[in-house]
């Protein structure tokens, strides 16, 4: 149960954005809708604790993930909250994505509907029902490992993931009820079928290894980073290919296998 304080539930944004990202669950739950945080919010929410200090960094926005079922409340929902609907592009997209702004500083919501759609698409809906008030840890980092041009903000998030949480064989569902791990079979599930993703996952995870150099972890550290990046490297290569699979990656680099996010003003 996600609680806040009654007084800020009304127009008034929190200046904190982890704080609003709370309010703006526990609203959503009270009224019987779900959604999911996603991004550098989530990852942060989701460690807690766990999350390296030399890792932290400020935030501009908050990441949300629903389902059809519940778009329309929550897009009703978030106007009431003090936040501005971007009124002509939720018209004409508000089927998959939704955005809002804080009038006062700017600041942004980006919701997602149903799928992932930036660089690669990823079928977030698949495990809605896991628990949590983010997205699973595998499915964080993914929507990091999609950037194709992963800048030093996403690598330190990803750093951050890769400490925070073990990678494991594991099912998602720990046996406390928890997703506590980067469970190896939600992205090798979706990566086995799409050369184009795991094409792009093999990319930034050679990114992130090269980049320790430069990141402000100590090297006991870096290195957990080096093995974590190791495993998955390892589980990409060793999962099953769809037949799609082997015939997109006869055609390797000579195709463009990623799209160009749109430019949102």
């Known amino acids: ?14 200046s904190d954005l982890e704080a609003e990202a709370r309010r703006i669950l526990a609203e959503v739950e009270g ?8 991004g550098g919010i989530a990852i942060l929410i989701a460690l807690g604790d766990r999350f390296h200090p030399a890792l932290r960094r400020e935030y501009g926005d908050i990441d949300l993930f629903t389902t059809k079922s519940f778009c329309s409340g929550v897009e009703a929902l978030l106007p009431e909250l003090g936040w501005e609907p ?27 509907i149903d799928e992932f759609e930036m660089c690669h698409k990823l079928p977030l809906a698949r495990r809605f029902d896991l628990p949590g008030v983010t997205l699973s840890p595998s499915e964080l980092l993914m929507t990091k490992l999609q950037i194709i041009e ?11 993931l890769l400490l925070g949480f073990p990678v494991t064989d594991e099912p998602a569902v720990g046996a406390g009820g928890s997703v ?32 320790l150099e430069e ?51």
């Open 180 to 211: 506590d791990s980067i469970d190896l079979d939600g992205i090798t599930s979706l990566t086995g079928r799409d050369w184009g993703l795991q094409h792009t996952f093999e990319l930034n995870l050679e990114r992130l290894r090269s980049g």
């Open 86 to 112: 971007a009124s002509q592009f939720n018209a004409l997209n508000g089927a998959r994505r939704l955005l809002f702004s804080d009038p006062g500083t700017g600041r942004k919501i980006d919701g997602f």
């Open 31 to 38: 009224r019987g809708m779900r959604v999911k945080l996603l």
């Open 1 to 14: 149960m996600i609680e806040v304080d009654q007084t800020m539930t009304d127009r008034q944004i929190d």
């Open 215 to 265: 990141s402000p972890l100590p090297e006991p550290d870096r290195e957990t980073v080096r093995d974590s990046v190791a495993r998955i490297e390892a589980a990409l290569e060793a999962a099953p290919k769809s037949r799609g699979w082997k015939l997109r990656a006869r055609v390797g680099e000579r195709k463009k296998w990623y799209d160009e996010p749109e430019e949102i003003d």
């Open 150 to 160: 992963l800048n030093a903000k996403d690598r330190g998030d990803c750093y951050a």
